[in-house]
């Protein structure tokens, strides 16, 4: 034989090999499936019709995002066998499909509390293909949890409750789910980002993951490698309506707090501080004094509020929070919620410049209300010229007592300049400039005489009742 011909099968030999060191560097999901699988369920729910003409809350799409899937996924959802009542509006019992774990053998079960809201019948399959019924436990709609109890429960297999704290992002997970009623399916990825908040979320720092999720995953297990659960599958990002590529998890060891609470006291209390907080941009960075933007910045602080008695105050920047860095304004709430009420915290905040540490003793999160928000945005203005390209007023009295400020100055119109680029609006009300109190026309004319050329400075407004720091350069 030739040189050459060894050289090729030499070539052939090492391609083959590093072929298959790559195949066995993957992840084999086999055994972790056949091991968990007996431990997660499926949820099936039925509700009388309460009249009217609404939107079946089990089914997942309206009419309009029905219309624009494919013909296979309208005939599943509309059709007479369709595990969702038949579709929008109709008058047969209306049926909703998730999937959900067992926590513990005498048969608490995790899922989402969209799953079996309303719900008058819950019905647990296992995959054994037993039916169990169900009692609702509890629920907690600001996580989007609900917790069962499979009635005679016993000897039930359980999965392995991991710890969500040590995900890193990059890592495999897996999971195992009920999408559009296709029971124990499998789907796997990677963790894409931890700590992610959501605009119907402040209180969950949710596991982004790439991993497959559709309607009927809902209320499912996140797995790890270690085939332990660390996550819920929640929620994902679509324009279409089916999975593009950007799921949501709850933390599990967010889950099991909310678990214990729901099963020991049927509720759940979260820690409270009662401020309005918001992003720290570039921008308002700069005009704090801020190397870099991070922290939490509170725009306003509640009445009759822990941060209140503790003594934070509008403009503070909040920049850790019981030792822990406070990076982005999403990560305050729920540090917040995580503690227990009547605990004390440790705040270190930048005010005037300068890091202060204060104590604060955590209340609970009124049923009603929420513990931080984001601030409203800004915007442009409508017509009109001064200095900054706008015109205010004295605060009338009776405004002042709606909006509950002291002092300030009312913006009654807005042109092409510095307020209008900085977002103030009409009917603004202006409480502070450059961390300076305004409290009248005149406060508001001396502040603006002695603001820097070029600099940004932040401007403190109430709008809609709600306060915010917008920036401006003058």
């Known amino acids: 034989m030739s040189a050459a011909f060894f050289l090729?099968?030499?070539?052939?030999?090492?391609l083959g090999w590093s072929q298959a060191s790559s195949a066995r560097g993957l992840p084999d999901f086999t055994e972790l499936v056949e091991d968990n699988a007996g431990a997660v369920v499926n949820i099936s729910t039925s509700s009388e019709p309460k009249g009217g003409n609404s939107r079946n809350p089990g089914m997942p799409f309206d009419e309009r995002q029905l219309e624009q899937l494919p013909e296979f996924f309208q005939d599943f959802f509309r059709g007479p066998q369709s595990p969702f009542g038949g579709g929008p509006g109709?008058?047969?019992?209306?049926?909703?499909?998730?999937?959900g774990f067992i926590v513990s053998s005498d048969g608490y079960v995790l899922t989402n509390n969209h799953v079996v809201e309303g719900a008058d019948e819950i019905i647990v399959r296992l995959n054994d293909r037993r039916e169990l019924p169900a009692t609702l436990i509890g629920t907690d709609p600001r996580s989007d949890m609900a917790v069962l109890k499979i009635e005679d429960g016993d000897n039930l297999p359980v999965v392995k409750v991991g710890q969500s704290r040590d995900l890193k992002v990059g890592e495999w997970v897996f999971a195992i789910g009920s999408p559009f009623g296709f029971d124990y399916t499998v789907t796997a990825g990677i963790v894409s980002a931890l700590g992610r908040s959501l605009p119907s979320e402040n209180y969950v720092p949710f596991i982004q993951t790439d991993v497959a999720i559709n309607p009927g995953n809902s209320g499912g297990p996140l797995f790890n490698l270690?085939?332990?659960?660390?996550?819920?599958?929640?929620?994902i990002y679509t324009r279409s309506g089916g999975f593009m590529g950007v799921s949501f998890a709850i933390p599990i060891d967010d889950a099991m707090n909310v678990f214990r609470q729901?099963?020991?006291?049927?509720?759940?209390?979260?820690?409270?501080?009662?401020?309005?907080i918001q992003e720290v941009n570039r921008d308002l960075a700069e005009?704090?004094?801020l190397k870099r933007p991070r922290g939490a910045l509170v725009a306003e602080v509640m009445a009759d509020s822990p941060a209140r008695d503790a003594g934070l105050q509008a403009g503070d920047i909040v920049l850790s929070y019981?030792?822990?860095?406070?990076?982005?304004?999403?990560d305050l709430p729920p540090m917040v919620g995580r503690t227990p009420v009547g605990e004390t915290a440790e705040l270190r905040v930048l005010r005037g410049g300068e890091e202060i540490e204060l104590q604060v003793e955590i209340g609970r999160l009124p049923e009603q209300g929420s513990q931080q928000a984001s601030a409203p945005s800004g915007g442009s203005g409508g017509p009109g010229s001064a200095p900054l390209g706008m015109m205010v007023e004295p605060l009338p009295a009776e405004m002042a007592d709606s909006l509950g400020v002291e002092g300030g100055v009312v913006v009654s119109?807005?042109?092409r300049g510095a307020a209008s680029e900085a977002g103030i609006r009409p009917r603004d009300v202006i409480t502070e400039i450059n961390r300076q109190k305004v409290?009248?026309?005149?406060?508001f004319r001396e502040v603006v005489r002695a603001l820097p050329d070029g600099k940004a400075v932040s401007v403190r407004v109430v709008r809609e009742g709600r306060a915010l720091y917008l920036v401006m350069k003058p």
């Open 8 to 14: 090729l099968l030499s070539v052939a030999v090492l």
């Open 90 to 99: 109709n008058s047969q019992p209306r049926r909703s499909m998730g999937s």
């Open 226 to 235: 270690d085939g332990e659960v660390v996550g819920i599958n929640s929620q």
């Open 262 to 276: 729901l099963r020991d006291d049927g509720s759940v209390a979260r820690g409270w501080l009662g401020v309005l």
């Open 287 to 289: 005009s704090f004094g």
């Open 322 to 330: 019981d030792g822990d860095d406070v990076e982005l304004s999403s």
């Open 413 to 415: 119109s807005v042109a």
């Open 439 to 443: 409290t009248s026309v005149q406060d």
